[in-house]
């Protein structure tokens, strides 16, 4: 019987991230014209061959997906500018309409953006645990890439006060979304899914601030579209106490306490 329980909690897990880390410094591939040497341009200053190994060294890139499904994003609890919503088109992968609720837009991980506010503390998140790294869901409406994605910097704080800057660790360049599930989600809006934290992975923050530009932005043009947030520890995993367990996960755990407490009975007859 502890077996079955055992089996029905393991029912839980969710498989966050397809790792598929980019260990090639001269991979020819491209992401939506971004490439290796792209990224050895942007966060070491010259596509040559030792940024470009900087960057498989550092572990920046993953051409995988985020997959936070499962997850219960940050809650926005301060600020928030314009709300809009991604619906590409045939022929236009980034088309994009304006409207709608920042609050709804910015506490779920779906097509749905907001943009942030441009002042540290403006724009706050609650991660709902103690978190060391922040991943940031973002929306392409246009290149050049990954400037016009990874255009945001976090601030973290445990008492939104005083605020620490976090620098992008890694970058999902599939997104968050598998290429075709939907059809119209299809593998171009939602590229380049991003980790920010501290170089110091012990520390631990409660809220996050975020603001269109800053040190850790790519490009600034005011107008960030930003998903939603979610809270990771050390290893870039979400928090597990921010798992939301399936329904029938939920009926499988039922049933296997139910199992236990009947197992116990027969065995105190």
């Not at 790792?19 to 991979?27: R, Y």
Request: charged content about 15%; overall charge negative.
């Amino acid at each position: 019987m502890k077996k079955f329980v055992i089996g029905a909690l393991c029912a839980l897990s969710v498989q966050v991230a397809f790792a598929a880390p980019i260990t090639d410094p001269d991979d020819a591939r491209n992401w939506q014209g971004a490439t290796v040497g792209t990224f050895a341009q942007l966060y070491y200053g010259a596509d040559n061959a030792v940024n470009r190994q900087l960057v498989v060294d550092n572990n920046l890139l993953d051409d995988g997906i985020f997959n936070s499904s499962g997850f219960s994003a940050a809650t926005l609890i301060a600020g928030g500018a314009t709300a809009g919503f991604s619906v590409p088109v045939s022929g236009n992968p980034y088309n994009y309409g304006i409207g709608g609720s920042v609050s709804t837009a910015a506490n779920s991980i779906d097509n749905l953006w907001f943009q942030s506010n441009g002042v540290v503390g403006q724009t706050v998140f609650d991660l709902g645990f103690l978190a060391s790294k922040v991943a940031v869901f973002a929306a392409v409406d246009h290149g050049p890439l990954p400037q016009e994605t990874i255009e945001s910097t976090v601030y973290l704080s445990n008492d939104q006060i005083t605020w620490v800057v976090a620098v992008v660790q890694r970058v999902w360049l599939q997104g968050f979304l598998a290429d075709g599930a939907p059809d119209t989600w299809d593998g171009y809006w939602d590229g380049f899914t991003y980790a920010v934290g501290l170089a110091d992975p012990t520390q631990t923050f409660r809220y996050a601030s975020i603001i269109h530009g800053g040190p850790s932005a790519l490009i600034n043009d005011g107008d960030d579209e930003i998903n939603g947030l979610l809270g990771l520890r050390g290893d870039f995993t979400p928090d597990p106490g921010n798992e939301i367990p399936e329904p029938a996960s939920i009926l499988l755990i039922g049933l296997g306490l139910l199992g236990l407490g009947l197992g116990r009975r027969s065995l105190a007859t």
